[in-house]
């Protein structure tokens, strides 16, 4: 079965990354795009690892992982080669209502991670649900390079619009002629 594909809302949500390795900083870099309420923990860790946890003052503990660590995160990422510690803690965070995330291996995870374009306010993102994390990748890299380079400042307007109008049918009538005008311009002959 697919995955659900949903935008979380992370402010003031904790984060556990278990692992120091490549795996694991690739995650933390992912997930810097949205918060730094991030707490790592790892017997080892790796320089780039260590590098963002000194650049953005992260949390970690240098130490394995041990049962009850994932109390009071909302979410989890195991990033490590156990199978049974990827076992272990996907129960464990189900035991604690905390969402899982155990690198490649979609049999315990709740949530995967989606090849992402991130632009300001615009988050396009790509996902073969764990079948080919690859595709995804190629997939965004081709599409990544027709997104207007103005996109930032259009959708600052639009946002400006939105706190700025009174709500209702003009405002929606407004926002969606400008939408429309912005990709006409951009993409001759779309709507």
Not at 3 to 26: E, R, T
Not at 80 to 103: F, M, P, T, W
Request: net charge positive; hydrophobic share 40%.
């Amino acid at each position: 079965m697919s995955f659900f594909p949903a935008f979380l809302n992370m402010d003031n949500k904790k984060v556990l990354v278990v692992g120091g390795g490549k795996i694991a900083a690739d995650k933390i870099e992912k997930l810097l795009e949205f918060t730094t309420n991030i707490t790592i923990i790892a017997p080892h860790i790796s320089p780039r690892t260590q590098e963002l946890i000194k650049t953005h003052h992260l949390r970690l503990l240098l130490r394995p992982y041990e049962a009850g660590d994932v109390q009071g995160f909302f979410i989890a990422v195991v990033a490590v080669d156990d199978l049974k510690l990827q076992k272990s803690i996907y129960e464990e965070c189900h035991r604690h209502g905390v969402l899982c995330n155990a690198v490649d291996s979609t049999q315990y995870c709740d949530f995967i991670f989606p090849s992402f374009i991130k632009r300001g306010d615009l988050i396009v993102a790509f996902s073969t649900s764990g079948v080919s994390p690859g595709l995804a990748k190629y997939l965004r890299r081709a599409l990544e390079r027709l997104i207007p380079a103005d996109i930032e400042e259009f959708l600052a307007k639009i946002k400006y619009l939105r706190q700025t109008l009174p709500k209702g049918k003009e405002r929606m009538r407004l926002l969606d002629q400008k939408a429309k005008e912005y990709i006409a311009k951009h993409f001759k002959g779309e709507e």
